[in-house]
């Protein structure tokens, strides 16, 4: 079956940086889109950085572009989220998610993505 699992969170100051992982198994990688979503409390999840692993398109939210990057390692089928800049406000506990390409309309929309991960937690504080 699908299964996604996070690495790489923790605290970091704000103005610091920090790689996420997002390892993957059980699906037809090239068919699939994956993103990285986080939730802060009390705040809906959103997307942040959606890849299409069969061609490598990205799709990136206002708020972190310029400052995250997505980028996939296919032969270790594991999606990377590096985060620069970091801001107080991008603390949040972050998901990485998986979509069937057939199954997009949009690239990033939580709702269209059918398997998660348990998330990981970023805290950025000083």
């Known amino acids: 079956q699908v299964q996604l699992e996070e690495s790489g969170g923790g605290l970091v100051q704000p103005g610091g940086s920090l790689r996420l992982s997002c390892a993957t198994s059980?699906?037809?990688?090239?068919?699939?889109?994956i993103g990285w979503f986080r939730q802060a409390p009390g705040n809906e999840r959103e997307g942040t950085s959606c890849?299409?692993?069969?061609?490598?398109?990205?799709n990136v939210s206002d708020s972190v572009k310029g400052r995250f990057t997505i980028d996939r390692d296919i032969a270790e089928r594991t999606v990377y989220l590096q985060m620069n800049s970091l801001k107080p406000e991008d603390s949040a506990i972050y998901y990485c998610?998986?979509?069937?390409?057939?199954?997009?309309?949009?690239?990033?929309?939580?709702?269209?993505?059918?398997?998660w991960g348990q998330g990981t937690q970023v805290i950025v504080s000083s």
């Open positions: 998610a998986a979509a069937r390409l057939s199954d997009l309309q949009g690239m990033c929309a939580v709702a269209e993505y059918a398997y």
């Open positions: 890849i299409n692993i069969w061609d490598g398109r990205v």
């Open positions: 059980g699906f037809i990688w090239d068919f699939y889109a």
